[in-house]
């Protein structure tokens, strides 16, 4: 019997699922034997007969305890931790920041835990990325939850009772999930505009077919060619692009928010007194809502209607809300991890931690918090855990942002942008 991977079924209303058939069939090509949890895929449209098929066993909670490999969406609780065996590795979304408690808990188990949210932005890793992957399908799922909301149609329709004008899409934060917002938009045939604090994401706004919203003035003329990354403005720079973004946000139907940064609260974006002057029946939608959000009065899990009419959407785990897509690409972003810690010719997984990618998402070992961002957590119990949040956004490179986000007609962009002279940093491709 070789070494076993456990597929467990996530708990606290989590729908998505840490494999699919073609990744449970590539695990057992591997050498591993694969065993999920009975109904583990079942939020995912993935039935335990497709998971025999692929070659994998369906088995019980408790069988987590013979795993030598664990593969999760979210962070093991300490519930689940006490069925691990020591040593075993864990691999999911582990959310560290603001739950020091809860890694503390995962080093007292003696299990070995890789966070993917920090796997680096490396070329061999860009198969590997699951913030982009599932910022992806956030930014997706934003458009049609707003458009859901929203009780008109989002293209012009001409007809012979008269027109149906287009609806206007305002994208606040042009990362990952910014350009699939802006895509998707423009698909259902909106009039779409975005802003970022990064002047250099302009190429790929209107490659998109959108319209990049800023004060175009000498400063961020400068601030454009300085590199693809976020550049501090002046106190008067900020005054002006705050008052045009103002000014704009009243004349929009439905705006996204998407500036979130793991580890840090979300930004305020829009106002109390944004929303108030925007049109009755308009909708914001809130993908930073689990952080703090973006939106002034916005509620985590709930859409709220406002004085005015207006709707704030504050789902929580967004790409949750497309599961069964957002279940096949973290799963071939595990597997892919997986697969550096399998020898070929032997059929074992083993950590080399020496290897780039393990040093970079390693919490626990041996025991003990070894990331360097958790150097001073002691192991301990945990106390109950915050809210795990979604990757949303990686926004931290647009030539890599537009790669993971854009169709397939920005590519030349993308070259042109690497032509020029542009770092070239790992993506997804």
Do not use: C, W
Not at 193 to 205: C, F, G, H, I, L
Not at 243 to 254: G, R, S, V
Not at 405 to 417: E, I, M, N, R
């Amino acid at each position: 019997m070789g070494q076993v991977v456990f597929i467990p079924k996530e708990i606290a209303g989590e729908p998505r699922v840490a494999a699919s058939p073609e990744t449970v069939k590539r695990l057992a090509g591997l050498g591993l034997d694969v065993v999920v949890e009975a109904g583990a895929g079942l939020g995912s449209r993935i039935t335990d007969e497709e998971f025999v098929k692929a070659g994998g066993s369906i088995g019980k909670a408790s069988d987590a305890g013979r795993a030598d490999l664990v593969l999760k969406v979210r962070r093991p609780t300490e519930a689940e931790l006490k069925g691990y065996k020591p040593g075993a590795a864990v691999i999911a979304t582990m959310d560290p920041y603001g739950n020091e408690a809860a890694v503390a808990a995962m080093a007292g188990a003696g299990v070995t835990a890789f966070a993917m949210e920090f796997m680096p932005r490396i070329s061999r890793a860009q198969s590997m990325d699951v913030l982009s992957s599932q910022a992806n399908l956030a930014g997706y799922q934003a458009v049609i939850d707003g458009a859901g909301e929203y009780d008109r149609a989002l293209p012009m329709m001409m007809t012979a009772a008269g027109t149906v004008p287009a609806a206007k899409v305002f994208i606040m934060g042009v990362g990952v999930a910014g350009l699939q917002a802006i895509a998707t938009a423009r698909r259902l045939g909106a009039v779409v505009t975005a802003t970022d604090v990064r002047p250099a994401v302009k190429e790929q706004v209107q490659s998109l077919g959108a319209k990049f919203l800023a004060v175009e003035d000498e400063e961020f003329k400068a601030a454009e060619t300085a590199g693809g990354y976020a550049k501090e403005m002046s106190k008067e720079y900020q005054a002006k692009q705050a008052a045009l973004t103002a000014e704009h946000i009243a004349k929009q139907d439905i705006v996204i928010t998407t500036a979130l940064i793991p580890g840090r609260p979300a930004p305020k974006l829009v106002s109390a007194a944004m929303v108030a002057s925007m049109k009755p029946g308009s909708v914001l939608v809130d993908l930073a809502v689990e952080r703090g959000g973006n939106v002034e009065g916005a509620e985590a899990g709930k859409v709220v209607t406002a004085a005015n009419g207006v709707k704030i959407v504050g789902h929580l785990n967004v790409p949750g809300r497309v599961a069964a897509s957002a279940s096949l690409l973290y799963a071939k972003n595990l597997y892919a991890f997986v697969e550096t810690m399998v020898d070929k010719s032997t059929k074992t997984f083993a950590v080399n931690r020496e290897d780039e990618l393990v040093k970079a998402t390693m919490l626990t070992d041996g025991g003990k918090v070894v990331h360097s961002a958790f150097a001073n957590v002691a192991a301990a119990p945990a106390e109950k855990p915050k809210a795990i949040v979604p990757g949303q956004n990686r926004g931290d490179d647009p030539a890599t942002d537009a790669a993971e986000a854009a169709p397939k007609k920005a590519a030349p962009k993308k070259a042109a942008a690497k032509k020029a002279g542009k770092p070239e940093t790992g993506g997804e491709g």
